[in-house]
């Protein structure tokens, strides 16, 4: 079974940091490698929104809202993805979700809560 698994949120004071981590489980390395990989995010009572892309030849693309702040990144060997998260704002709390089309399969994690809070 292919799976997604988020880690990393928490409670973290405005300007602070986190690093969210994604583990891809049930597939093998040359699939995962050819994957775009994605983290959305969707905040209590709002639509759920891409926050960042990476491409299997690590290209990026980031939201408006997040550029210079977040770094998403990719360790193709671990089938890990990253999201790295500085300068936080009361704005960035959601639930933050990993995605990616594995096997002909749009896949989704769990969901990580980040809160931004003093």
């Known amino acids: 079974q292919v799976r997604l698994v988020e880690s990393g949120g928490g409670l973290v004071q405005p300007g602070g940091s986190l690093r969210l981590s994604c583990k891809a489980s049930?597939?093998?390395?040359?699939?995962?490698?050819?994957?775009?990989m994605n983290w959305y995010r969707q905040a209590q009572g709002k639509q759920r929104e891409l926050v960042a892309t990476?491409?299997?030849?690590?290209?990026?693309v980031y939201a408006d809202s997040v550029k210079g702040r977040f770094s998403i990144s990719r360790d193709n060997s671990r089938k890990m993805v990253y999201l790295q998260m500085n300068n936080l704002k009361p704005d960035d709390s959601a639930v933050y979700y990993c995605?990616?089309?594995?096997?002909?399969?749009?896949?989704w994690g769990q969901g990580t809560q980040v809160t931004v809070a003093s």
């Open positions: 995605n990616g089309n594995l096997y002909s399969r749009d896949l």
């Open positions: 049930g597939t093998i390395t040359s699939v995962f490698n050819a994957a775009a």
């Open positions: 990476i491409a299997s030849r690590d290209s990026t």
